[in-house]
């Protein structure tokens, strides 16, 4: 069965450079979701997008920015990079909300991008 | 949003039943206890998720009881590689997942 995509894998950064996340969800998802994990830390909401419009918004830099396309992939821009930025970014996806599935909040996780900051 | 508890650790052996209880006080009506999965270096997966009484598949079974201020997560005859972090959430439907610090169960021979 198709999984979420996430690309790159690993990424390695300097201070005050900028990176791109890209997310594909699963064929029909149309909610994506971006978490940030940073090491020894439980996973942090930064934003969500349902039907390509902004749903909510968690504990988000301003220097980071997202969007999600017309065809449903979702891109995160993180810019001016900090050390504090290294984490593992997931990015998640789930079921149009009339699918009639019974778990509503079974997202779908990626296998994850690792943001080093050097 | 609702926040809960759960033992930071457990240990248990292969072919064990293991339980992990999750308080949830502030619970509201709209919330569902959602549980998930995590292995290191991987993303959460999600295992269960129920509103009130008993729920179960095919890989857990889900207690919650009549006040839903608490659940529990019941694994049956764990292996090794049951060995990950177990997060208990409450939230209402499709929307973030809010992550508290999950329980690492540790699941020896």
């Known amino acids: 069965a198709a999984g979420v995509i996430q690309s790159p894998r690993h990424l390695i950064k300097e201070k005050r450079e900028t990176a791109t996340l890209k997310c594909y969800p699963i064929p029909r998802h149309d909610t994506v979701y971006w978490y940030q994990q940073g090491p020894g830390q439980d996973p942090q909401f930064l934003i969500s997008f349902y039907e390509k419009m902004q749903s909510d918004k968690g504990s988000i830099p301003d220097r980071f920015s997202a969007q999600q396309f017309s065809d449903y992939h979702s891109e995160l821009n993180m810019s001016s990079l900090e050390l504090g930025d290294s984490a593992l970014y997931f990015c998640a996806s789930s079921l149009p909300r009339d699918a009639g599935t019974p778990s509503y909040n079974e997202q779908f996780f990626g296998p994850g991008t690792r943001l080093t900051v050097l | 949003l609702a926040k809960t508890t759960q033992p930071i650790s457990m240990d248990s052996y292969e072919g064990q039943e293991v339980n992990i209880t999750c308080s949830h006080n502030n619970i509201a009506t709209n919330d569902y206890i959602t549980w998930y999965q995590q292995f290191p270096s991987q993303g959460p997966r999600f295992i269960i998720q129920?509103?009130?009484t008993k729920v179960t598949n095919e890989v857990a079974s889900l207690f919650i009881p009549a006040d839903r201020k608490s659940s529990t997560l019941s694994l049956p005859r764990v292996s090794l590689s049951d060995t990950a972090v177990y997060y208990c959430l409450v939230v209402p439907a499709f929307q973030k997942l809010v992550f508290g610090t999950g329980t690492r169960l540790l699941v020896s021979p």
């Open positions: 129920g509103y009130k």
